[in-house]
């Protein structure tokens, strides 16, 4: 007997040492359940990307949005500065207007007080010169009636 046969009796041994501890049917339980752990992973990568996926574009929608939202602000920002500065503009040429009559008015006022003060320093004048001239031509006692009478005449035409 030579040691060809002992390895195949030693190799059939073997064999029916597998077959009878059922190591082939053990081992592809494993590798079944292996398999199936991984096409559960799969399974689940698949389920996350999915989920990734509609994530990403609720995010795309919400930034286009507030990208729509954003720009409907700075509108109404630039139609309102708009509305300010046209508004600051009247109120500013309403001021201007305002302030121009004032003026106006002070100096209409101002002549017409430089205007009677001169009338007044003439009527002033006038009466004593007149007075004078009187006093110089008339005696005092007519003199004196007739500038009471003259001053009561210029009173009341200034009145």
Do not use: H
């Not at 398999?35 to 995010?59: M, N, P, S």
């Not at 007080?113 to 007044?120: F, K």
């Amino acid at each position: 007997m030579d040691a060809t046969f002992w390895a195949t009796v030693a190799l059939v041994i073997f064999l029916a040492a597998v077959v009878y501890l059922k190591v082939p049917g053990t081992m592809a339980k494993s590798l079944d359940e292996r398999a199936a752990k991984i096409r559960g992973e799969l399974d689940e990568a698949k389920r996350l990307r999915e989920e990734a996926q509609q994530l990403l574009g609720e995010y795309q929608r919400k930034r286009k949005e507030a990208e729509t939202e954003a720009g409907a602000i700075v509108a109404a920002a630039c139609r309102e500065a708009g509305q300010l500065v046209e508004e600051a503009r009247l109120k500013t040429e309403d001021y201007v207007v305002r302030r121009t009559a004032l003026a106006e008015q002070k100096i209409e006022r101002a002549e017409r007080e430089a205007i009677n003060e001169v009338r007044s320093r003439a009527v002033d004048i006038a009466v004593e010169a007149a007075r004078r001239v009187i006093r110089d031509t008339v005696d005092a006692g007519a003199s004196d009636a007739l500038f009471q009478s003259s001053l009561r005449d210029v009173q009341a035409k200034l009145n």
